[in-house]
């Protein structure tokens, strides 16, 4: 979809029942990668094997991932559009609904407190109350931007930080099959050759003695502690990076940026270097 300076601007539209529901699913996946999180480095620290493979799994498939379906279904559901019009703002949602706000009805344009289940706006009405939907867009500064000087929240610190990260952190195909497929595909293969190696005096000694069923099995018990090791790690460093971020924002529009540009590579550095070469001492040691 193009947009132009009027729009329209891809948003969804939450009412207050719905945004609980999206902040409760976000809510549980964060609870859940903290706590496993915090168990992994308890491990590390402690140098024991306490967090065992399958059983994390399990949780994080449970708290994680069906939480994560069922917010991606949600947003599916209020997918809509926003159109600046010189007399207002039209709400357009994906089932034809429309609704108009005429900017003399709007008192004020509020980003969301905190960006759960992702950042948004509330528009406020002249009569006291909140518009019945409010509005989650990634990228916020166009929207308010062509509002003029309606738009007062443009210079929100909160804006300022949606709007950097929409910008530098954007994930394609190719970087989650990077990230989730190759580096610990070829991690695990590492160490899966090792061992096949060390336990049965080749690379195929196990496929020789006990067949395919044996030799794949034991690969999936070499990649899956390798795959959620670093996707723990990744997230505990993308945690500090928003944390970092969502402050500097607040120090000014230069500061959002350059200390998000920062973050993202330092991050790309941590995983794609870091993290390996620590896992691989960790389990070669």
């Given at each position: ?115 759960i289940p992702g ?127 969502f402050s500097a ?37």
């Amino acid at each position: 979809m193009t947009v132009d300076a009027s729009g329209p601007f891809p948003v969804h539209a939450f009412t207050p029942r719905l945004r609980a529901v999206g902040a409760l699913l976000h809510a549980m996946v964060l609870g859940t990668l903290c706590y496993f999180t915090a168990l992994l480095f308890k491990d590390v620290l402690a140098g024991t094997q306490s967090l065992l493979p399958e059983p994390l799994a399990a949780g994080l498939a449970v708290g994680g991932v069906l939480p994560l379906i069922a917010l991606r279904l949600l947003r599916l559901g209020t997918r809509a559009t926003v159109t600046v019009r010189p007399e207002g703002l039209v709400l357009t949602q994906q089932g034809g609904a429309h609704f108009e706000i005429p900017f003399e009805a709007l008192e004020s344009i509020r980003p969301w407190r905190l960006p759960i289940p992702g950042p948004g706006l509330t528009l406020r009405l002249r009569t006291g109350r909140a518009f019945d939907h409010g509005l989650e867009i990634q990228a916020p500064m166009p929207l308010l931007a062509a509002m003029g000087t309606r738009g007062e929240a443009l210079n929100d610190p909160r804006v300022r930080y949606a709007q950097a990260r929409s910008e530098k952190w954007r994930r394609r195909w190719y970087d989650q099959g990077l990230k989730y497929g190759l580096v610990p595909g070829v991690l695990a293969g590492i160490f899966f050759r090792a061992h096949q190696y060390i336990s049965f005096g080749g690379p195929f000694g196990e496929l020789q003695m006990y067949g395919w069923t044996a030799y794949l099995m034991s690969f999936v018990r070499t990649w899956l502690p390798v795959f959620l090791a670093l996707l723990l790690f990744g997230c505990f460093w993308r945690a500090l990076a928003e944390a970092l971020c969502f402050s500097a924002a607040w120090l000014g529009p230069r500061w959002a940026r350059n200390v998000r540009i920062g973050a993202e590579w330092s991050c790309r550095a941590l995983y794609y270097v870091a993290l390996p070469v620590f896992l691989a001492v960790r389990l070669l040691g």
